[in-house]
């Protein structure tokens, strides 16, 4: 078992800037192949962005791309979204997923492909 804790999310104005953390326990985490995903208010989940088991591969959805960037830290057992110029419409509940994979290059953007979920963490954006 995996267990993931997300942190970080909280209340920002429309440009500002947050970090989300989420840390992994159970297993070694450079196993997994992470990803981040956001639910907004009666919507499905949808993918934000992922990165691989090495973190030197990357993706991320079309919303995002440009503003969100994903990095972990093995060592950590930690996996960060950074969130710059923030949106109202970013506003979500922001979850965390990991994957266990062998590939240490490929990304997983399929929300069923994932095999352990985090909590959520709430992000607010005011205009």
């Known amino acids: 078992q995996v267990q993931l804790i997300e942190s970080g999310g909280g209340l920002m104005q429309a440009g500002g800037s947050l970090r989300l953390s989420c840390v992994a326990s159970g297993r070694p985490f450079n196993l997994y192949a992470m990803g981040w995903f956001r639910q907004f208010p009666g919507k499905e989940r949808e993918f934000v962005g992922a990165?691989?088991?090495?973190?030197?591969?990357?993706t991320y959805a079309d919303s995002v791309n440009g503003r969100f960037t994903i990095s972990r830290d093995n060592a950590k057992s930690t996996v960060y979204l950074q969130m710059n110029s923030l949106k109202p419409e970013d506003t979500a509940v922001y979850y965390c997923a990991a994957d266990f994979l062998i590939s240490v290059l490929a990304v997983v953007t399929s929300m069923g492909e994932f095999d352990y979920w985090g909590q959520g963490t709430q992000v607010t954006v005011s205009s």
């Open positions: 990165i691989s088991r090495s973190g030197l591969s990357t």
